[in-house]
């Protein structure tokens, strides 16, 4: 099955390097770019992509609201397409942010091309692109300057098993799912179901929401080590 992706940047240099990157690929086809977050929208909305290369920072519309607008969409719109944020270190704020608005992960704009083209396939599988190094410095530098953990997500932990509780620890700190096993000494399809379970009953999206609501909740804090 062929990933269908738009390329959402205002420099047309970096979307032309993309794009030829990624046509490349047998199984990625580039069906649209845009040069804002606004002409984004619309052009997912028109082409149904499944995954949207979005800037961070562009004019009219930033990249950060125009995620929030295709993951929560008007009524009538059903299409929601899975969004990689593309950033720099300087605005981690937007990373964490976009994380929280459902976006599946981010990219670094410096990133090697091996890197874009494997993180496209692993956001359209449905999974989240959540590299250690550096999703967990920017996720704990932002819980770390923030208020205390809210009630709310610590009181929904009390739903979870004690196995359930400590495998989202585990996600948590940045551990892949054949870490967990290891750690824990199951079945990587074990923990693939633990997961499944931790994510229904939290009412979360994906890898990168489980994440954010660890550290919302105090299950883990900045600079824990797995």
């Not at 984004?40 to 995620?67: C, F, K, N, W, Y």
């Amino acid at each position: 099955m062929t990933i269908r992706v738009i390329i959402v940047d205002d420099q047309a240099m970096v979307r032309a390097g993309f794009a030829a990157l990624l046509s490349a690929q047998a199984d990625i086809d580039v069906v649209g770019e845009a040069a804002d977050g606004r002409q984004g929208i619309q052009v997912s909305r028109t082409v149904h992509p499944d995954v949207v290369l979005m800037d961070v920072r562009m004019p009219e519309l930033d990249g950060l609201s125009a995620a929030r607008e295709l993951l929560d969409p008007p009524p009538g719109v059903t299409h929601r397409p899975k969004v990689l944020m593309l950033t720099t270190f300087d605005i981690d704020d937007y990373v964490y942010e976009a994380l929280r608005a459902g976006a599946s992960g981010f990219l670094l704009k410096d990133a090697p091309p091996a890197d874009l083209i494997a993180a496209v396939r692993v956001v359209a599988s449905g999974e989240a692109l959540l590299a250690p190094s550096v999703t967990r410095r920017l996720i704990a530098d932002f819980v770390r300057q923030r208020p205390a953990p809210r009630r709310d997500p610590a009181l929904r932990l009390n739903g979870l098993t004690p196995r359930e509780t400590e495998v989202l620890e585990l996600i948590a700190r940045g551990l892949s799912n054949q870490e967990i096993a290891a750690h824990l000494v199951l079945a990587e399809q074990t923990v693939k179901t633990h997961i499944g379970r931790v994510l229904g009953k939290l009412d979360l999206r994906d890898r990168a929401q489980a994440v954010i609501f660890a550290y919302e909740a105090g299950l883990v804090r900045p600079g824990d080590a797995a």
